[in-house]
C-alpha cells in the first residue's frame, strides 16, 4: 500500500483515511513520528468530529471545517 499523495509507502501507524477521497496517505501519529504529513487534520464545527483530509483534498475540504489544534 503507497500514499496517494506523496507515492511513499505506507508503514505501521502513521497511515489516515481521507475524509473525503477515502484514500490512503501519511499522517503522523505520534510526537515521536517523523513522517512528512501528506494530509492534515480537521475539525467539524457542526458535528464536533475530527476528521482526516489528505493535501489533495484540503481546498475541498467543506466550509464549517476548521484545522484542528
Ligand atoms: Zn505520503
Ligand atoms: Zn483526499
Same mark, same amino acid.
Given at each position: +500500500?503507497?500514499? #496517494?499523495?506523496?507515492? =511513499?509507502? @505506507? /508503514? =505501521? &501507524?502513521?497511515? *489516515?483515511?481521507?475524509h @473525503?477521497?477515502?484514500?490512503?496517505? #501519511? @499522517?503522523? +501519529?505520534?510526537?515521536? /513520528?517523523?513522517?512528512?504529513?501528506? =494530509?492534515q487534520i480537521f475539525m467539524d &464545527?457542526? /458535528? @464536533?468530529?475530527l476528521a482526516f483530509v489528505? &493535501? *489533495?483534498?484540503v481546498?475541498?475540504r467543506? /466550509?464549517?471545517w476548521a484545522p484542528a =489544534?
Amino acid at each position: +500500500m503507497s500514499c #496517494h499523495i506523496c507515492q =511513499g509507502e @505506507l /508503514s =505501521g &501507524n502513521d497511515t *489516515a483515511s481521507c475524509h @473525503l477521497c477515502y484514500r490512503d496517505f #501519511h @499522517l503522523a +501519529m505520534t510526537i515521536q /513520528s517523523t513522517v512528512v504529513d501528506c =494530509g492534515q487534520i480537521f475539525m467539524d &464545527n457542526d /458535528s @464536533l468530529a475530527l476528521a482526516f483530509v489528505c &493535501n *489533495a483534498c484540503v481546498d475541498e475540504r467543506p /466550509s464549517q471545517w476548521a484545522p484542528a =489544534g
